[in-house]
């Protein structure tokens, strides 16, 4: 769709330039760190209502954003991501889990998680799982009220706001992407 409206006159030059323009933009996305995209996403919130199949949650409005990583963790190893969201009275506390996500997950973000004070909303606690979740996690996450997000709903929700979705790139992938930059 997007081609089509090189026209006539652009020929086999303005299709390539614009073909090599989506690889670099793509190649850019990869690059970006998974927390900083999904800082933007969370920008875009504004008290929307969205379904995920019967459930209905509430986006909300966030105005300050932190970010950072989970202490302990030996040297060489990947470090969970962690995401604070705040704004009007909203808290969303986020673990960002590249690998399958396990209960120790689930149970290390209730802990984390400050407890109620009075007066005090207590923060939502979203579990971000890029590589799927454990029946036996997922299950805890019920119990314990943790709201999870996988892949597909990242996705869903980049795609609602118009934004680029995450593509997890397996080391397969690359050695594709190389012969379609070699044909180009």
């Not at 009275?89 to 400050?114: F, S």
Request: glycine letters at 8%; aromatic letters at 4%; proline letters at 4%.
């Amino acid at each position: 769709k997007e081609l089509s409206l090189l026209g006539a006159n652009a020929g086999p030059q303005g299709f390539l330039a614009c073909i090599h323009s989506m690889i670099s933009e793509t190649e850019e996305l990869l690059k970006m760190d998974v927390t900083d995209r999904l800082i933007g996403l969370f920008r875009h919130f504004n008290n929307d209502i969205v379904e995920f199949g019967e459930k209905r949650r509430k986006l909300p409005h966030f105005t300050e954003m932190i970010k950072g990583s989970s202490e302990g963790n030996l040297e060489g190893a990947e470090s969970p991501r962690q995401l604070v969201a705040k704004g009007h009275g909203r808290c969303w506390v986020c673990k960002i889990v590249e690998a399958k996500a396990t209960e120790k997950e689930v149970l290390d973000l209730v802990q984390d998680t400050p407890k109620d004070k009075k007066g005090v909303v207590s923060p939502t606690r979203v579990l971000v799982a890029l590589d799927g979740i454990e029946e036996n996690a997922r299950l805890l996450a019920k119990e314990k009220r943790v709201f999870t997000l996988g892949l597909s709903r990242i996705n869903l929700l980049m795609d609602l706001y118009g934004k680029t979705p995450l593509v997890r790139a397996s080391a397969r992938v690359h050695p594709v992407m190389d012969k379609v930059q070699e044909i180009i």
